[in-house]
């Protein structure tokens, strides 16, 4: 086994997060790379399982620092990875998944880190529109903005490794899987 860096990106409304759950469910030698956010917690997320909640300040003492492996802002708030965490667990030979947007994950490929990308896109934008609003959880200011950044992030899916539709849902974890399996079997 190799241990490979993944990046999965995709516009939100995708269904990423539910494809990324499904994808570790069954790849529990994924390590799920936990990021730091400014963003308040929704419903249900779990500080230091979902997400690491901090302030800004905090925030930009980490990026100032240089313990950000990447860091964007994304839809008002800032996101980044930490560095060690990531290099910790490639140094101990275990892949880890980075479930990041687009900006961050075009850092990691600027920087030329070996890394394996997965753009995961819905079939059209009136799906992820529909996502968008079935979720319930955002205003219409939100889904708007989110929609006119999906736009532009899936203008830049060419630079990624691999496309998958999620369409329906088996299909796409097995499609994750099956990328996952040939790039770190050997
Ligand atoms: P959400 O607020 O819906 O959890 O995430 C919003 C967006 O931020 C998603 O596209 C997610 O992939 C991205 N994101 C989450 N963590 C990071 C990170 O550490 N770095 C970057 N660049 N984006 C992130």
Redesign the pocket.
């Known amino acids: 086994m190799a241990a490979k860096l993944f990046i999965v990106?995709?516009p939100?409304g995708v269904g990423?997060t539910t494809l990324v759950k499904e994808l570790l469910k069954r790849y529990p030698d994924l390590v799920y790379s936990i990021?730091?956010?400014t963003?308040a917690p929704r419903k249900g997320e779990v500080h230091g399982k979902d997400?690491f909640f901090t302030n800004k300040a905090q925030f930009m003492e980490m990026v100032e620092s240089g313990q950000m492996l990447?860091?964007?802002q994304?839809?008002g708030?800032c996101?980044?990875?930490s560095g060690a965490f990531v290099q910790e667990h490639l140094a101990a030979g275990q892949s880890v998944l980075?479930?990041?947007?687009v900006?961050?994950g075009r850092q990691i490929m600027d920087f030329g880190l070996d890394s394996v990308s997965i753009f995961i896109m819905a079939p059209s934008l009136d799906v992820i529109e529909q996502r968008l609003r079935g979720r319930g959880t955002d205003t219409e200011e939100v889904i708007r903005t989110r929609l006119e950044n999906a736009i532009g992030e899936i203008a830049q899916k060419s630079f990624y490794t691999h496309v998958v539709v999620n369409d329906v849902l088996d299909e796409a974890v097995a499609e994750l899987i099956a990328i996952v399996k040939q790039e770190t079997v050997h």
């Not at 980075?98 to 947007?101: C, E, F, N, S, V």
């Open positions: 990106s995709a939100s990423k990021s730091h956010t963003r997400y990447e860091w964007a994304v839809h708030n996101y980044g990875t980075l479930d990041i947007d900006q961050g």
